[in-house]
């Protein structure tokens, strides 16, 4: 192994390391697949969702993901990328995609990593409290579209009327 490969495998290493120290201590569950991803579980009071961190060198950055156990179905399709806008324009972290090929809403952010080795734990723990509080506030806005039949406008407003009604 060359010196630099060296370096960038001990790099990699601690990007995952501080990674799963973050999951750990937000009691996420977590497991390495391999040396620059990890997969995740988190904790909402919708159910688990399932996510992945992963490190990618070129461009060198870590990527997060955090999927929402739910399919929408085709003819639900168009009512469901018009609440994605709607709810995205209220992220300030990440964003939510619907991913046509499989049907499913994730929650995405990206950690570039220009010019270091590492992300900060504060970032990590940023990414992943943004995720979660994400899905918390808008998963009923997504139900409400996919399986109640409600305009996006309507879905949203209500979820966000719940989640006043909660503070």
């Given amino acids: 192994m060359t010196a630099l490969s060296s370096h960038q495998h001990e790099a990699n290493d601690d990007t995952m390391e501080i990674i799963e120290q973050c999951l750990t201590s937000a009691e ?3 497991e390495r697949s391999d040396e620059k991803s990890v997969n995740c579980a988190a904790p909402t009071r919708w159910g ?3 996510g992945l961190f992963v490190l990618r060198d070129e461009p060198r950055a870590v990527h997060f993901s955090l999927s929402v156990d739910m399919r929408a179905p085709n003819t639900r399709r168009f009512a469901v990328l018009e609440l994605l806008s709607m709810v995205n324009e209220r992220l300030w972290i990440g964003h939510f995609e619907y991913w046509s090929d499989e049907g499913i809403i994730m929650y995405r952010h990206t950690l570039p990593l220009l010019y270091r080795e590492a992300p900060e734990k504060g970032e990590v ?8 509080e994400a899905i918390e506030r808008f998963l009923p806005a997504f139900n409400f579209v996919i399986w109640a039949g409600k305009s996006p406008k309507q879905a949203l407003e ?5 989640t006043l009604g909660e503070a």
């Fill in 28 to 30: 996420w569950g977590a």
């Fill in 48 to 50: 688990e969702c399932g």
């Fill in 125 to 132: 723990e940023a990414v992943m409290h943004a995720s979660a």
């Fill in 158 to 162: 209500a979820a966000l009327f719940d």
